[in-house]
Antibody, heavy 115, light 108 residues
Framework: QVQLQESGPRLVKPSETLSLTCTVS????????WSWIRQPSGKGLEWIGN???????NYNPSLKSRVTISVDTSNNQFSLKLSSVSAADTAVYYC?????????WGQGTLVTVSS | EIVLTQSPGTLSLSPGERATLSCRAS???????LAWYQQKPGQAPRLLIY???TRATGIPDRFSGGGSGTDFTLTISRLEPEDFAVYYC??????????FGQGTKLEI
């Protein structure tokens, strides 16, 4: 059974960089796309971007200037960095498997941007 | 960017009834690359349908998807108590960004 688990700081100060890691278990990270999606409290879902195991990426144009997604195949992990955060970036962040639709999700982690 | 508009915003029904949820796209979704998800409070979304009409693994057959082009529907033939949740459509037919609808809340 494929499982994904997000980890990283839950509180980030404004203007700093949000960093999350997703650890994949039950399957190899190779040969799949992996994505990040976020959801502000009480709101809908926003696609952040994806990465192929080879390292090629796609980002949401609305976030592209601030987002970096990377993959670490040796540790079966992929990561998200979002720079220059503001309160608008406060959300539950999900890591998922898939480059188009998403059939495996992490439980999500709430990241709050506040001083 | 394709904008997805879901209707209604909230749908109030009873167990045993039939639910029909709508998702309209601002432009044609190529190859019917549209998915539906169910989300319950405090949980991650669960994939129900992809390719507009293909049920994901383990999804009961009371869930069905249809449509093409710009108009898509999710139908739940006979509502069970566990079906009351928020439902999202998502398109992946165009180049990124892959966009989601704003959701339909299905309530008792």
């Amino acid at each position: 059974q494929v499982q994904l688990q997000e980890s990283g700081p839950r509180l980030v100060k404004p203007s700093e960089t949000l960093s999350l890691t997703c650890t994949v278990s039950g399957d190899s990270i190779s040969f799949y796309y992996w994505s990040w999606i976020r959801q502000p409290s009480g709101k809908g879902l926003e696609w952040i971007g994806n990465i192929y195991y080879s390292g090629s990426t796609n980002y949401n144009p609305s976030l592209k200037s601030r987002v970096t997604i990377s993959v670490d195949t040796s540790n079966n992990q992929f990561s998200l960095k979002l720079s220059s955060v503001s309160a608008a970036d406060t959300a539950v962040y999900y890591c998922t498997r898939g480059g188009s639709y998403y059939n495996y999700w992490g439980q999500g982690t709430l990241v709050t941007v506040s001083s | 960017e394709i904008v997805l508009t879901q209707s209604p915003g909230t749908l109030s029904l009873s167990p045993g009834e039939r639910a029909t949820l709508s998702c309209r796209a601002s432009q044609s979704v190529s190859n019917s690359f549209l998915a539906w998800y169910q989300q319950k409070p405090g949980q991650a979304p669960r994939l129900l349908i992809y390719g507009a009409s293909t049920r994901a693994t383990g999804i009961p057959d009371r869930f069905s998807g249809g449509g093409s082009g710009t108009d898509f529907t999710l139908t739940i033939s006979r509502l069970e108590p566990e079906d009351f949740a928020v439902y999202y459509c998502q398109q992946y037919g165009s180049s990124p960004p892959y966009t989601f609808g704003q959701g339909t809340k299905l309530e008792i």
